[in-house]
């Protein structure tokens, strides 16, 4: 196996020990009371149903699951399916948003609603408060996006813009109890900034709101506006809440796969939330280094990290992070030998493309090169996509139907 081949063998095994279906059904071992309603939202909305269904099949009295265009994987039972658009809203996630909340209507102190939760339910499970628009939200999230706004500070302004995020999920499904199941997609596991947490207390204030809004000058109308000082719920007396899985999982199964195959492995960091080209320049320097070093060791050598990175859009190209990472990486590594760096998202989906992420080692940007482009104006058009395909490169797994950050790995021979 080359070492490229094991940069890539790793990634997938990495993501094969979070897939959701184990962990689901490790937190539905503690019973649950009454008629059960599920609720599952996100990129791994569908497994994390499936697993579910098959545990508690005929104590589900209905249900639906909203998940990304293409992360369905057929009919689960009498579950109502919806595939939506992500990362923009459209009209088709409000309605399968509604559809969720009516399933949750009339409920009684008895009854239970399975809430499981994934990354990208940001997106996918919304319903604006009344007066702001479908175009307003899809506004604000492109703005916040553009300007290379991270996770935590998108969310504290989609919550409180929404119907259902910030608690207010949890609060519509009163007085039934809510058991909701995360898959975290953020980083430090936060509860509330987890598909902006529906059902979990929020943690940020109309002042954070405030502050984001004058950190990246965004230009908001009105109807927005006037929401954000309004306060979400600060205390929910119906809900259990649980974590399965997460980027350190993921980082530490990374680890032991390449201890396995005799690599003496560094894990930098589970957090890593730099801008992405600086991120991928930073492991090119972390190679060099190694490789500077590499006639006086005995074993090969890995660098890990997981977490996410943003991309300060400056060009019109197309592409992802994890493609950005890895374009910027290869530049970085050019004209070395036995080394690999792999980028890779770990819901098979990075940005609004049909990659993972991207695989490169020394020779990336000459076969860039080679094919009469430029990889240095292809990064600064944030066309990482076009540049990776042309050179090889791209990793492309599919949907994986989980969602917990993303994978680094640089391997030095």
Same mark, same amino acid.
């Given at each position: 196996?080359?070492?490229?081949?094991?940069?890539?063998?790793?990634?997938?095994?990495?993501?094969?020990?979070?897939?959701?279906?184990?962990?689901?059904?490790?937190?539905?071992?503690?019973?649950?009371?009454?008629?059960?309603?599920?609720?599952?939202?996100?990129?791994?909305?569908?497994?994390?149903?499936?697993?579910?269904?098959?545990?508690?099949?005929?104590?589900?009295?209905?249900?639906?699951?909203?998940?990304?265009?293409?992360?369905?994987?057929?009919?689960?039972?009498?579950?109502?399916?919806?595939?939506?658009?992500?990362?923009?809203?459209?009209?088709?996630?409000?309605?399968?948003?509604?559809?969720?909340?009516?399933?949750?209507?009339?409920?009684?102190?008895?009854?239970?609603?399975?809430?499981?939760?994934?990354?990208?339910?940001?997106?996918?499970?919304?319903?604006?408060?009344?007066?702001?628009?479908?175009?307003?939200?899809?506004?604000?999230?492109?703005?916040?996006?553009?300007?290379?706004?991270?996770?935590?500070?998108?969310?504290?302004?989609?919550?409180?813009?929404?119907?259902?995020?910030?608690?207010?999920?949890?609060?519509?499904?009163?007085?039934?109890?809510?058991?909701?199941?995360?898959?975290?997609?953020?980083?430090?596991?936060?509860?509330?900034?987890?598909?902006? &947490?529906?059902?979990?207390?929020?943690?940020?204030?109309?002042?954070?709101?405030?502050?984001?809004?004058?950190?990246?000058?965004?230009?908001?109308?009105?109807?927005?506006?006037?929401?954000?000082?309004?306060?979400?719920?600060?205390?929910?007396?119906?809900?259990?809440?649980?974590?399965?899985?997460?980027?350190?999982?993921?980082?530490?199964?990374?680890?032991?796969?390449?201890?396995?195959?005799?690599?003496?492995?560094?894990?930098?960091?589970?957090?890593?939330?730099?801008?992405?080209?600086?991120?991928?320049?930073?492991?090119?320097?972390?190679?060099?280094?190694?490789?500077?070093?590499?006639?006086?060791?005995?074993?090969?050598?890995?660098?890990?990290?997981?977490?996410?990175?943003?991309?300060?859009?400056?060009?019109?190209?197309?592409?992802?992070?994890?493609?950005?990472?890895?374009?910027?990486?290869?530049?970085?590594?050019?004209?070395?030998?036995?080394?690999?760096?792999?980028?890779?998202?770990?819901? &098979?989906?990075?940005?609004?493309?049909?990659?993972?992420?991207?695989?490169?080692?020394?020779?990336?940007?000459?076969?860039?090169?080679?094919?009469?482009?430029?990889?240095?104006?292809?990064?600064?058009?944030?066309?990482?996509?076009?540049?990776?395909?042309?050179?090889?490169?791209?990793?492309?797994?599919?949907?994986?139907?989980?969602?917990?950050?993303?994978?680094?790995?640089?391997?030095?021979?």
């Amino acid at each position: 196996m080359t070492i490229r081949e094991t940069a890539v063998s790793v990634a997938k095994g990495a993501i094969e020990s979070v897939l959701p279906e184990r962990a689901v059904k490790e937190a539905l071992a503690e019973p649950i009371e009454g008629s059960i309603v599920l609720i599952a939202i996100g990129k791994a909305a569908w497994r994390m149903a499936n697993a579910a269904y098959e545990s508690l099949g005929p104590r589900i009295a209905r249900g639906c699951v909203i998940t990304k265009d293409g992360h369905s994987r057929g009919p689960i039972g009498s579950l109502e399916i919806f595939e939506a658009a992500h990362p923009v809203l459209e009209q088709r996630n409000l309605d399968a948003t509604r559809r969720a909340l009516s399933m949750t209507e009339g409920l009684s102190a008895k009854d239970s609603v399975l809430f499981l939760v994934s990354g990208g339910g940001s997106a996918l499970f919304e319903l604006p408060l009344e007066g702001v628009t479908l175009e307003d939200v899809a506004d604000m999230t492109s703005q916040l996006l553009a300007c290379g706004a991270d996770i935590v500070e998108i969310n504290t302004l989609r919550k409180r813009i929404s119907s259902v995020k910030g608690g207010r999920f949890a609060q519509a499904c009163a007085p039934a109890r809510v058991r909701s199941v995360v898959l975290s997609d953020v980083l430090g596991d936060r509860l509330d900034s987890i598909a902006s &947490g529906p059902a979990y207390p929020d943690s940020s204030t109309r002042e954070d709101a405030a502050s984001i809004l004058r950190k990246y000058g965004l230009n908001l109308p009105p109807s927005i506006l006037g929401k954000l000082s309004v306060e979400t719920p600060k205390k929910l007396d119906n809900v259990d809440t649980r974590i399965t899985g997460s980027v350190p999982v993921l980082c530490e199964a990374a680890k032991n796969l390449l201890a396995e195959q005799g690599f003496a492995t560094t894990l930098l960091t589970t957090t890593l939330d730099c801008e992405a080209a600086a991120g991928g320049a930073f492991f090119a320097a972390l190679a060099r280094e190694a490789i500077r070093g590499r006639k006086d060791r005995a074993s090969p050598v890995a660098f890990i990290a997981g977490g996410e990175t943003v991309v300060k859009l400056k060009g019109k190209g197309k592409g992802g992070r994890c493609q950005e990472m890895a374009l910027a990486a290869a530049l970085g590594l050019q004209g070395l030998d036995g080394v690999a760096f792999a980028a890779v998202g770990s819901d &098979g989906t990075d940005g609004p493309t049909d990659a993972a992420g991207g695989v490169v080692d020394g020779a990336t940007a000459q076969r860039i090169r080679s094919r009469g482009l430029d990889p240095h104006a292809m990064l600064e058009d944030n066309d990482a996509y076009h540049a990776l395909e042309a050179s090889g490169d791209l990793l492309i797994t599919g949907p994986t139907g989980t969602n917990v950050n993303d994978l680094i790995v640089a391997l030095i021979e």
